[in-house]
């Protein structure tokens, strides 16, 4: 049976630790949770599905259902004599995955190691960090669309995936809810060390001594020392998205601003590290009240102290206007605002 909360305080379930309450709040552990509580909210009722809250921003009390995904669980498929497919339950630590992966000496996930969050909300924003993206493994995931209570299997194709984005973070955003998502791993060495700071931290490692569980280790140890701790400071990770520009609009700002850095974007154009844009214009480490930068790393936005959401909000406004101002470019958050 499904219990549902009234009036529910959402404080310990986001990162950034706002305290707003639901209207409703029900946790689920199994698929058959879905179609109960599905069941028991009424067509007008506005929904929010939630796994760990970490790329979430609650700016006011929200008027209606929170579904908490809590299907936990990893199996095993054989996929082939070099490929296996693991299956994980949405409401799985997206951690626990990669570190099982990593046991099992899978390859495929170890870049991402340390990413907070479930495993159900790794496809809507197609995760990624050192030079690994959740869609290079994706092969299908499992789900019910709210309106319909239809099950329905998406392939990798269908999913839309892009930097930070998919189709579920669009038209489908709350409309249809991540139960499973399979992976396609890789039983045979295939290290990714594209990623400079990665490559730089392993260099004295021969490539027959690496193993996954060596690179997420090394990943996450990179992590703990560039990232503040959710569970001690409050932040939702990266608050902005990496602007993607023209040749040409980089070509202008290259004239003005000679160092300005780059990463070369597969669909044409490049992307410019916002926390660049956002260190120029003295947001680094600046601290406004209770909310601010983190000192290192300016892409982050964080909670020091007991703050609302609109305060965090209008400071992240504070930052775009700066960055519009001397750039002409508009940041896009990357965090789900609500
Ligand atoms: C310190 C820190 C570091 C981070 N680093 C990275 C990083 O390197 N790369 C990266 O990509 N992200 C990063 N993030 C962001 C975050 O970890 C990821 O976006 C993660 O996938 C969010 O998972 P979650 O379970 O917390 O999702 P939530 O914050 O709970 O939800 C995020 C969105 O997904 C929706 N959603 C959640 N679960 C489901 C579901 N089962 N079905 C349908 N919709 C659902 C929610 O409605 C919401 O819109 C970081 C965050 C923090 C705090």
Redesign the pocket.
Known sequence: MVIIRTDFSLKRF??FGIDVKANRFADIFRESDIIEIRKQTASNEQI?????????LFTKNFNGVVIK?SIKGIEEKEFGEDEIIISAG??TE?NDLVNYAASKNYWGIEN?AL????V???P??????YGAELKDVFHSLE?YNFDSGEKIVFTKDECEFKY?WSI??GEL??K????KVNFVLNKKPSPNLTYGALRGELNRVSISELTPLLISETVSKI?RNK????AKIG????FFKNPKVKNEKFAELQNQFHNIPKFEFEQGGVKIPAAWLIEKCGFKGKRIGNVGTHKNQPL?IINFGETSGRRIQEFSVLVQKAVYEKFNILLDH?V?IY
């Open positions: 986001n990162t929010l599905f939630l796994g760990s809250g970490s790329n979430i995904n949405g409401g997206w991402l990413i907070p969050g479930t159900g909300a790794a809507i924003q197609n995760i990624g960090a789900g930070r579920f973070k955003r709350n249809f809810l991540i139960a992590r990232l503040p701790d959710p932040n939702a990770g990266s982050v990357e789900n």
